[in-house]
Each structure stands twice: as C-alpha cells, then as structure tokens.
C-alpha cells in the first residue's frame, strides 16, 4: 500500500533568486513550505549561469547616491551580498548595479533556508506532474532514486518557464523565436594578470583582429570580460545568437539548449586560445569553471490576471494592488550585438500589480520571476534577479495567505 502523499501548505517549483524569496518569505509567515530544485544548489542565473550581478535592485536616476526601488527581501540580498563581496552598487552607464559572486549567493542562499524551520528544500528533483485532486495541489517529484508524489496547498511557480502552466495546460505566451531575448554563455578565467577597464577595451579590439583575420569566428564579437572582484578571477560573457537556426530557437528544447552550450564551450575555449597567444598578459589564462547551464533570458510566460506591457514600464504606469516596483529599464539582447536599453519616460520604476502573479481562472497559484504575466517588452525589464526577489517575496507571501485562508495576502 502506497503512503499518503506528504502534505505542506506551500509548495515553490525553482530555487532560483523568485523561487527562494518566494520559500523564505512563506516559511517566516508560519507556512510549512517545501522548495524545490533541480540542481544540487540554488540561486538559479545567479549562480548555476554565473550571472554576476544583480540588476534591478536601484532606482533609475540617482547618480552617486543609489536608492534601493524595493525593501524587504531584496533588501536583505543587497545587504547580505555586500558583506559577503566587499563590493557596493556600481554604475554602468545610466543604471546601477551590484557585483554579485556566485559562489557568495550559494553560499547565502544556505545560510537563508537552513535559518527557516518551517522551510524543506528538497535538491536534485524535478517536477513532473501537477494536478488538483479536491482542495490539494498534487505534484509528482523525479529524481536518480525514483519518483513521489506530494501535496500542497498553494503553489508558487518560479520555474523561469512556466513549467506548471504546462503540465495543467493553462494559458501561456511565449514570444516568437526571432525576437525572443537571446541567450548568454558566462564561464570563469584565471591566470591573466593586470586585469582593469584598460585591458578590458584593449582586449576587445584584440578579438575584432581575430575575427577580421579569420582565426575566430563572427560569433565571438559577443564576447566581454569583467572582473569578478576576486584576485586573478575575470568573468567572460558570451551573447548568443541563438544557434545556427536562429528561427527555431527554442528555450524550452533540450537539443536546442544542448547546442546552446556546445557552442558557448566552443566559441570560448578558442578565444582564451587565441588571447593566450596574442594579448599582453594572458599567455598563463585558462577557462577555471564553466556554468551549469546557459543563461536562458526568456521563454514561456503564464497569461495572468493582468498582463504588464512595455507601454506601462515607458509611461511609469502605478496600480492600487502593487506589490513591486520595476526598475530596471527594458533591456532588449534580440541579437548577440549586445543591449538595447529603453528608459521610461520620466526615468520612474512602473509598479507590477499582484494580478500579474495570479494566473487567470486559478485559486491557489501564484508566479513569480520571469515567467509572471507580461509582454515581451516589460518582460525584458522584470526578467533581472533584483526584481525577481521583490515578485518571489510577493508570492510568497500570497501563497501563505492563500494557505491559511487570509484573503488580505491575495
């Protein structure tokens, strides 16, 4: 006889920057929580991408004097992560940013969830069923060591693509292969010396000489560097273009992502080969560390209750059942020739409504991060890990009111 499924009063689908706010934020309400990943880690882009920095976090506008757009949890990993780096906000262009080191994050990321009593986190499974079943959630779990079924009362989808709309064929959208956000490859370098701003220009005109002699490929101009904060480490980022059929690029497809992180490998083993050989101080460089998985920037969304759009972030639109603020202005990497920015009109953040984070036609489920209830071009300003802390407490919270029938939270 099979054994009662376990039952929580809030399950998380995704350990990434919503899916761990989202976790933390229900378990510290009292609701016994289960957080789910398929990694052996948490932290999502942040840490199993190796995107290393978290954007969004700042209003737009305050030179040398950056204000934080959201309390709160994002608070808290702003404040955590400068601790932990040593490193404070930084400006880039007209935007300010925070230098983040993945291995800070996971090592945060631990130390938040093993505080939490009422919080489970359950590593390397993967989500492979949900269905209703009377007032529960039923979600079955797959792992190396067989599969399981649990139940839940809520449930917060912070899968980054929408996973749980899939499996209960509800409404999503997903933009159309050729303008879809493109993918990024990040992976990590020692050896070279002297690294600063300096080089870091030098070198890009280093790999336009190898490209404009035909010993790397056009596909490397979307390569950059930047230093991690930590001695004799440099972080490479590689835009790609989404593969050779950039038509069918499919975020969503094994193969596709397969072929991802092939040619990430590929285009970046021969440019550390080529700078090796001919750059000033890089002839001790080496790739230390490649990412878990390619930096998916868009994919499936859920259709929600409201749909933010590009037209609210331009116009600074608020709303009365806001539970974020969008900093970040909508940044657009259609292609791999590097961001598009597009400011909002009066450079002030627009506000996420709490509709964007519940699904049409659905009690009980909530999203957040980049999958929440948005076009694609508000979706290229909410996607960034500082907002996705601020829309994954907010669900949390939902989820935890839901779950003691405290219609107030939701």
Not at 147 to 176: I, Q, R, Y
Not at 235 to 249: C, K
Request: charge should be neutral; proline fraction near 4%; glycine fraction near 12%.
């Amino acid at each position: 006889m099979n054994p009662e499924p376990v039952a929580y009063d809030v399950a998380v689908v995704g350990g990434g920057s919503a899916g761990l706010a989202a976790a933390v934020t229900a378990a510290r309400l009292g609701a016994r929580t289960i957080l789910l990943e398929r990694y052996g880690f948490l932290g999502g882009m942040g840490t199993a991408s190796l995107v290393h920095t978290f954007c969004g976090l700042y209003l737009q506008g305050e030179v040398g004097n950056p204000v934080l757009a959201n309390s709160g949890f994002a608070e808290e990993m702003a404040r955590r992560m400068i601790a932990a780096t040593g490193l404070g906000p930084i400006r880039m262009g007209r935007v300010e940013v925070l230098p983040q080191h993945p291995v800070e994050f996971v090592n945060i990321a631990d130390e938040l969830v093993a505080n939490e009593p009422h919080l489970t986190v359950r590593f390397h499974s993967e989500v492979v069923s949900v269905k209703r079943e009377n007032s529960l959630w039923s979600f079955g779990l797959a792992g190396r060591g067989g599969s399981e079924f649990l139940n839940a009362k809520a449930l917060v989808d912070a899968s980054g693509d929408a996973v749980v709309a899939d499996f209960l064929e509800c409404e999503t959208e997903m933009t159309h292969a050729p303008r879809l956000q493109r993918p990024a490859y990040v992976f990590g370098i020692q050896g070279v010396v002297g690294f600063d701003d300096a080089m870091r220009l030098r070198i890009a005109g280093t790999v336009v000489e190898g490209i404009r002699c035909g010993q790397l490929s056009k596909a490397t101009l979307g390569l950059s560097f930047r230093a991690s904060g930590r001695a004799g480490e440099i972080f490479g980022t590689i835009d790609l273009t989404g593969g050779e059929d950039t038509a069918n690029y499919d975020p969503l497809d094994a193969a596709c992502l397969g072929q991802l992180e092939l040619s990430g490998r590929r285009i970046a083993s021969d440019a550390i080969r080529y700078l090796k050989e001919n750059a000033d101080h890089w002839s001790h460089a080496y790739v230390s560390h490649w990412p878990v998985r390619a930096g998916v920037r868009e994919s499936r969304r859920w259709m929600g209750e409201y749909v933010l759009t590009g037209d609210d972030i331009r116009q600074s639109r608020r709303f009365e059942d806001e539970i974020a603020l969008a900093a970040w202005p909508m940044e657009f990497r259609e292609n791999a020739k590097g961001p598009k920015l597009k400011f909002p009109m009066d450079q002030k953040p627009a506000g996420i409504p709490l509709r964007c984070l519940k699904p049409k036609g659905m009690d009980g489920i909530f999203v957040a991060g980049r999958c929440i209830s948005a076009d694609h071009e508000a979706h290229a300003s909410i996607r960034v890990m500082g907002t996705c802390f601020a829309t994954g407490e907010a669900a949390g919270k939902a989820a935890a009111g839901f779950a003691k029938n405290d219609a107030s939270k939701f």
